[in-house]
């Protein structure tokens, strides 16, 4: 028997695959695909503290070997959420975790706040990195300032261990993981969409009617795979990657780089199906390899030494 | 609403750059009502990366038909599957078109251009099944746009053709001889599938008769299954007006339901 | 009869394609392919003052509608260069451009000083964003003031304008951009390769023995027609679009953002002929579209206002 | 070295997990030598991007043959292109094997493993003709991974055969089978291809004994025509050592000129 399960500090998964915010709806509309009690755990999508509209369609572009998407974070908001959707998600025996989203500082907190009286969360995942396509994809996690001020804020407020999910639109991304670290985060995921744009040549115009979009999906996982390996090497907290995975081969690449756990986004969309059958695809990969725990495969990259 | 990762082609027709596939799929074809669809996975590499949504255009005991147009790659990698070729397929998916037994007896027309006959080959046999007497207007360019015309004409159903260049049929849009016609005959409602600036004609003139009408609306789609909320329209329901996922609450929207917009392409 | 040609201020080119940097040799390499005469232009291959050896292998990795690469700028030197390739070269009727490198800032000088004395050379480009393997891919280009050090070093010894090549590896790529073009650069060409990684997961080695490669490709152009959107508006010097061009649509997409030119790099390896048939791709949209001068497309994106 | 765009499929042969294609090419065929190869252009979409490099297997007046092992993606597409498909090639590239004239009357060998059989073909019949006697060494996992061993005997070459698994002629590596037989006969030339662990072997023995060698290197290529610079290896011309692109300078190389190196896969 292969143990997948993962140990993150402040959380046991069952194995390190874990469906990511946006790509899962509120986790329950993949309940007549698989069985969500096999998942290391779900992040919901974003939640603001009201509902959102979203942004106006299209949304969707499709890019090569990606999806650039402008949803815009339409959502139910924190109350219709605790009210209606928590009660039937807490049933699985997964670790749910809310994805927190803010126009400001206070936002985030006031959400952490809200949802800290409620039963059944393991985390929250600090979404400061959704490329805001009102303002030209500017979100706190461009800077390490203003992550320390949202991490730091959220910190206090929180009961429950707090998941910061960084944007891979920077320089540095060790310099900001640093800073959320600082702040108190307590793991950090790696990475929320890229800032893209796509051009209709016939019309013109651009393809999404606000300009921007966010690139994610295979064309993106090497870049994360790099920053993964930038940050692992520079923080104490665990890190999670996300960006591309469609396989377990692609799961395994973060792994062996020193993610302690990964999630998997736009494969949902593709197959519903997609995490259990990476789920199944470690335990197959570390059968065929003789690994009991897959604990230990984590950072395990053999890196190169003084070649010419 | 659940997947078929072994969905076999049985069957395969093309005229120019349409074809109909027959697919083996007994679960879906027991569940499917007329307007919904499934998606399907074109490639199982990293491009093209998502799902293409599809209509189910007819159903046997075992099978159901998909009718499309090569529009861009997936449909053209599509077009090039044999007949043996194994699909992975998810549905049915959507709500479909609403009316049926309360249509008994009475005038419907159920209007397509182009690609979008593919829904109202499946709502116009149901329509029959439950009385109902339908007219199909089937509009396209040219004469090569309108493939289905002698498998409509087959099954006995009144049928009204138009291309723009008048190679066949009413010369001119399918929305202009349903205009004049319409001032022969009053429908009890128009089912209606295409591109949008005709679906929105439609609207307008179906408005003004008092006729109630339902459109099948197209969008990019991410899932299909209401997760990404990639594919929203504006809707209108119960008083409040919203981005409505049309995977999940649609395709098809009735006449009072949709706020058409000037973004939309 | 469509007027393709493109005035960059310091330069006229015939059309708007270039062949960029390392995917076209020394140019002569693609004689036997098309006719040279017909591009705008050609950037060789990455020149440092001395030859260079190079990487070890594997150099080249396959990613999704994408290139990794770690070629390490093996090249000739610029002996060499002048005295067996420029002559050669100097034959055809299309802008030459050298692409510049150094380890430091003064190499890159002394390229330039060393290339000024001989004929035949429309411009150089300052190759500031190459991902240096060795140094974790840290380039000048990171930082707007090691870029404005090199570009107005170069600039006091250069006859000839100067294109600087910026690197996607950033935050704020319109800041680095400003900095160049307040340091005297004639113009900029965005983008250089994206640091990347791939992990084989048999060996657990990376797949480049130096770890980091750089990604381009198809996979990275929505990224790069975001960072020439940023770009554009900030700058008053001409801007040239690099990043996963294959076809003339993608030219287009570039053009129409406002790049003034565009360079088109791994298409090369694919397919030899891709240069001139993206030209002719060119011409054709322009006839079907009644535009007389492609000059006019340049920079009219639609942009929405005011959505709600 | 140019390019033939519509390059025909114009017959296929499959053995599981091996393919033999015959493609038409009148210009390559009339400049091809044994050791060049081409680069196959698998897909017009964006992934999977590069060219594949394969050897010419053989050639015929107005053709030239293929043959090859699924490896990976490319490989696998490739296997399901149809007789009567075209293909955009580039080639005849590289420089290939060496000898000829000079090797008349004289034992050769020719040693393959698995794919690396491919070039070896061509060569060998190429050799005849110069009047040489060759002897081939064909080695694989198991019996199915030597589906090239009739067509050698049919056209009447000294064939050995080794499986790893015993399942058909020598049990063991062919090396070690080459090795066995070198003790009866001196050849005047080993000709190899194959991985790189079986040919570093045969670079070995075959110092030991002073017999001239010539090996085909393998390596990712980004373009096989000299600009990438991507598939250098490690070799020596000249008495200087440097990183050389096998796709110009290659991909065979003799003994002496090759550095093998650890790092290499
Ligand atoms: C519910 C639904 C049912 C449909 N039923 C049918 C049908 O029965 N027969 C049929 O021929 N077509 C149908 N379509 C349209 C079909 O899905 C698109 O033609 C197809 O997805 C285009 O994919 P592609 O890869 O060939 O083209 P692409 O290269 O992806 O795109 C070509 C063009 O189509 C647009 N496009 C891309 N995806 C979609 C999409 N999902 N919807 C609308 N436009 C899109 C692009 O913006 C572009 O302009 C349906 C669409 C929906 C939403
Ligand atoms: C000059 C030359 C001649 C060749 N001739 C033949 C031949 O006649 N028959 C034959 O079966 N094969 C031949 N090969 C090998 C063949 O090119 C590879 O098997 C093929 O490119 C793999 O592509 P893929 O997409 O199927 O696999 P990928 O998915 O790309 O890769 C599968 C595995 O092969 C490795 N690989 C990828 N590209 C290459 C490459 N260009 N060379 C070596 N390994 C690679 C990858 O690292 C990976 O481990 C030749 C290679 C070279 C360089
Ligand atoms: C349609 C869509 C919606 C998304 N919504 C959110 C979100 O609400 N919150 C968030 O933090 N990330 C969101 N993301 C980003 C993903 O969680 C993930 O970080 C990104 O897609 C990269 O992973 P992938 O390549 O596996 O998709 C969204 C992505 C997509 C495609
Ligand atoms: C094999 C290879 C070698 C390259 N060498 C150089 C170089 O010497 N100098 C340089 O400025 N850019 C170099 N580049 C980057 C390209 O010029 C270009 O900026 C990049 O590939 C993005 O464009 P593309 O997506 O069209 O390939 C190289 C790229 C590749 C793939
Ligand atoms: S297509 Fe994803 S929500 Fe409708
Ligand atoms: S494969 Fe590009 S130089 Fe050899």
């Known amino acids: 028997m292969t143990d997948l399960s993962i140990d993150l500090g402040f959380i046991k998964l069952k194995n390190p695959i874990i469906a990511s915010s946006g790509t899962f709806g509120y986790g329950l509309e993949f309940a007549p695909f698989i069985d969500l009690n096999k998942l290391g755990g779900i992040v919901v999508k974003g939640l603001y503290f009201s509902p959102r509209p979203g942004n106006s369609p299209p949304r969707l572009v499709e890019a090569s070997s990606g999806l650039i998407n402008a949803v815009g974070l339409q959502g139910v908001g924190v109350k219709k959420f605790s009210e209606e959707i928590l009660p039937q998600l807490r049933k699985y025996s997964t670790a749910i975790i809310v994805n927190v989203c803010g126009e400001k500082d206070e936002e985030y907190a006031s959400v952490v706040d809200f949802l800290d009286k409620e039963e059944g969360i393991s985390a929250y995942e600090l979404n400061i990195s959704c490329p805001n396509v009102e303002k030209n994809g500017v979100c706190p996690a461009l800077d390490p300032e203003t992550t320390f001020s949202v991490v730091s804020l959220v910190k206090k407020s929180s009961s429950r261990p707090v998941i910061v999910k960084l944007s891979p639109n920077v320089t540095d991304i060790a310099e900001i993981a640093l800073s959320a670290q600082e702040a108190g985060a307590d793991a950090l995921s790696l990475v929320n969409t890229f800032l893209a744009i796509a051009v209709d040549v016939e019309t013109r115009k651009p393809v999404l009617p606000k300009v921007f979009g966010g690139l994610s999906g295979p064309a993106i996982k090497p870049l994360v795979l790099r920053m993964v390996y930038q940050v692992v090497s520079r923080v104490k907290i665990p890190v999670i990657g996300i960006g591309g995975i469609l396989s377990a081969k692609d799961a395994l690449e973060y792994l062996i780089i020193g993610a302690r756990a990964v999630e998997v986004g736009t494969a949902n969309l593709i197959d519903p199906e997609a995490t259990v059958k990476i789920i199944d695809g470690l335990t197959e990969y570390c059968q065929k390899n003789g690994i009991d725990k897959i604990e230990s495969i984590i950072g395990t990259l053999k890196k190169p030494q003084g070649l010419d | 609403m ?150 409509f004409k087959r099954e006995n159903f009144d049928l009204y053709c138009s291309t723009d260049d008048g190679s066949f049929g ?86 009072e339901e949709i706020v058409w917009t000037e973004e939309e392409k």
Chains 1, 3 share one sequence.
């Open chain 2, 2 to 151: 659940i997947k078929d990762s072994q969905a076999r082609i049985i069957d395969k027709k093309s005229w120019n750059n349409y074809y109909l596939f027959s697919l083996e799929s007994p679960r879906i074809a027991s569940q499917a009502h007329p307007g919904q669809f499934i998606m399907i996975r074109i490639s199982h590499h990293p491009h093209p990366l998502l799902r293409r949504p599809l209509s189910i255009h007819s159903k046997d005991e075992k099978s159901i038909d998909i009718f499309f147009q090569v529009s861009g790659l997936g449909t053209d990698l599509l077009s090039q599957k044999k007949v043996g070729d194994i699909l992975d397929i998810l549905g049915p998916l959507g709500k479909g078109f609403h009316g049926g037994a309360s249509l008994n007896g009475k005038d419907v027309v159920a209007a397509g251009g182009g690609r979008g006959i593919a829904p109202l080959y499946f709502l116009a046999k149901e329509l029959r099944s439950h009385g109902a007497l339908v007219k199909i207007f089937y509009g396209g360019k040219s004469l090569e746009d309108i493939p289905l015309k002698e498998k």
């Open chain 2, 170 to 255: 009413f010369k001119g849009f399918i929305t202009e001889y349903l205009k004049t016609e319409l001032e022969k005959f009053t429908p009890s409602r128009i089912f209606s599938c295409g591109p949008e600036e005709m679906m929105k004609k439609i609207a307008q003139f179906a408005a003004k008769k008092n006729i109630p009408a339902e459109f099948s609306l197209e969008s990019v789609m991410g899932c299909g299954f209401g997760v990404c909320w990639g594919c929203v329209k504006r809707i209108k329901k119960n008083g409040e007006e919203g981005w409505v996922k049309i995977c999940e609450e649609g395709p098809v929207f009735s006449s």
